[in-house]
């Protein structure tokens, strides 16, 4: 008889393997939860940085616009006392209206100042990209604009240094230090504005995405006609003919000679915006004074009206605005990018962004809006966070490189073609890709058979290709 042995499977190597799996797996897991509270952390202190930066700019802009309003009471008294001394000139009125013209930039290039600490003091550090956009601006603004706008806001003496040469280094010194919270609303003198599709973060938007329907709804006939570049026609430049707020975080003032030409809203009278004058001032004005040129700072009406106008269709927005609070105007918009490394292997860094705004609030007795006559004065009180979606920060404002693409990608491109753009960024990839012919034409057939199809999702098309309310 032959015995025949089996040996029994070795299990010590597969239970080994399965120990190592279940341990890898529990590390991915721990690692993941890491990752996760670490991005739930940075996204909170993006938010509290990003929020505070808002309310500290908001809190200067409203500073500026009582110091101003102030301004202009004492400048009253001034051209009230000169009129009852029989003086036909107003030294004295000159000298508080420069100061106010100086108000006009320091003001706000204190709130970036401050928006810059807050953000810092929360967490968030400096942003080479928007350190960049701002210390290049404050280069164009020393090299440039002496030549582009030759009539200053105002003069220094002696000079130099030009209003143009303090602008400009307030701007690099500020860069100097760090940018963490970008303006989200800056307001160039010279920049590009207007319904140009090139100037819609949508057409992007539909072009990475292939977004047939959009075109169908909004750039149907571009898409069969178009055939290169040439077609495009020239970008609207807009160029500010006298400046007179800063182009950050500016608080929307214009300058007039005389009171008795104020535009005022609903009816107001001259008389009644001299007692309103007298109650500031403390005494009795007489009418002679409204009639007197002087600079007085005033709110400029296309920027001050209501606030109810930039609220979108479709906002989830409960009650109404207050009529005393319904103006749009000074506000701070900022957007904070910052990013978290995370520790799962594999895993990139996860970008984190948010956008906050907020705007300064007062009114006149009664209540009445701030701006009710026309006249700046001294009635702004407190602050508030707003919806980013009703704030003054423009439809693109709020995505990567779409300043820098704009000012300096699109001219070029306009004039010479695809040659000029610019390798790496987002914005001129999806033009390359415009330009071919192949890709216009497979929107077209898919067009053909599908455009039944296509429905409007809401909103007007040239807006920002999507809410701002995204983080």
């Known amino acids: 008889?032959?015995?025949?042995?089996?040996?029994?499977?070795?299990?010590?190597?597969?239970?080994?393997?399965?120990?190592?799996?279940?341990?890898?797996?529990?590390?991915?897991?721990?690692?993941?939860?890491?990752?996760?509270?670490?991005v739930l952390t940075?996204?909170?202190?993006?938010?509290?940085?990003?929020?505070?930066?808002?309310?500290?700019?908001?809190?200067?802009?409203?500073?500026?616009?009582?110091?101003i309003g102030h301004l202009n009471v004492l400048q009253a008294v001034a051209i009230n006392d000169g009129l009852a001394r029989g003086q036909t000139d107003f030294p004295e009125a000159e000298l508080i209206g420069e100061l106010a013209a100086r108000l006009c930039y320091v003001g706000p290039m204190t709130a970036l100042a401050a928006a810059q600490l807050a953000a810092k003091n929360n967490g968030i550090y400096n942003n080479p990209e928007f350190t960049m956009i701002v210390g290049s601006h404050g280069a164009r603004v020393i090299h440039d604009y002496p030549n582009d706008f030759p009539v200053q806001p105002y003069t220094n003496q002696p000079s130099p240094p030009t209003a143009w040469d303090n602008y400009g280094t307030m701007l690099q010194t500020l860069a100097a230090q760090g940018i963490a919270a970008l303006p989200e609303n800056m307001r160039f003198y010279v920049d590009y504005r207007g319904d140009h599709l090139l100037l819609n973060p949508s057409f992007y938007d539909a072009v990475a995405s292939s977004d047939w329907c959009w075109f169908y709804h909004h750039a149907y006939s571009l898409l069969q006609s178009y055939t290169s570049w040439r077609d495009w026609d020239p970008l609207p430049l807009i160029r500010e003919p006298q400046p007179v707020n800063s182009e950050f975080f500016g608080l929307g003032l214009m300058r007039i000679?005389?009171?008795?030409?104020?535009?005022?809203?609903?009816?107001?009278?001259?008389?009644?915006?001299?007692?309103?004058?007298?109650?500031?001032?403390?005494?009795?004005?007489?009418?002679?004074?409204?009639?007197?040129?002087?600079?007085?700072?005033?709110?400029?009406?296309?920027?001050?009206?209501?606030?109810?106008?930039l609220i979108p269709d479709g906002f989830p927005f409960r009650g109404t605005v207050k009529p005393e609070y319904d103006y749009v105007g000074a506000d701070a918009a900022v957007r904070i990018e910052t990013t978290t490394d995370r520790a799962t292997p594999g895993a990139a860094d996860r970008w984190v962004t948010w956008s906050a705004a907020a705007k300064p609030f007062g009114h006149l007795e009664g209540p009445e809006r701030p701006n009710r006559y026309g006249l700046v004065l001294p009635t702004f009180?407190?602050?508030?966070?707003i919806p980013v979606d009703t704030s003054t920060g423009p439809g693109g404002g709020t995505r990567?490189?779409?300043?820098?693409?704009?000012?300096?990608?699109?001219?070029?491109?306009?004039?010479?073609?695809?040659?000029?753009?610019?390798?790496g960024c987002w914005y001129c990839n999806q033009l390359r890709v415009w330009e071919m012919s192949s890709f216009r034409q497979a929107g077209l057939d898919w067009l053909v058979d599908n455009s039944h199809r296509c429905h409007v999702r809401g909103g007007p098309g040239r807006g920002s290709g999507g809410t701002r309310r995204g983080h």
């Open 1 to 38: 008889m032959t015995l025949v042995f089996h040996r029994r499977p070795a299990r010590r190597g597969q239970t080994l393997i399965y120990l190592l799996a279940i341990a890898v797996i529990a590390a991915l897991v721990v690692l993941w939860n890491f990752d996760l509270h670490k």
């Open 257 to 309: 000679a005389r009171l008795d030409s104020l535009p005022m809203l609903g009816g107001g009278s001259t008389r009644a915006l001299l007692a309103l004058l007298e109650g500031f001032a403390g005494r009795p004005l007489t009418d002679a004074v409204a009639r007197v040129s002087a600079q007085w700072y005033a709110y400029e009406p296309a920027q001050w009206r209501p606030w109810t106008t």
């Open 42 to 67: 940075v996204k909170l202190r993006a938010q509290t940085a990003g929020d505070a930066a808002a309310l500290a700019a908001a809190r200067w802009q409203g500073i500026t616009l009582n110091l």
């Open 381 to 385: 009180r407190e602050v508030r966070l």
């Open 400 to 423: 990567p490189g779409w300043t820098i693409h704009i000012r300096e990608h699109l001219p070029p491109y306009v004039a010479q073609g695809l040659d000029a753009l610019v390798p």
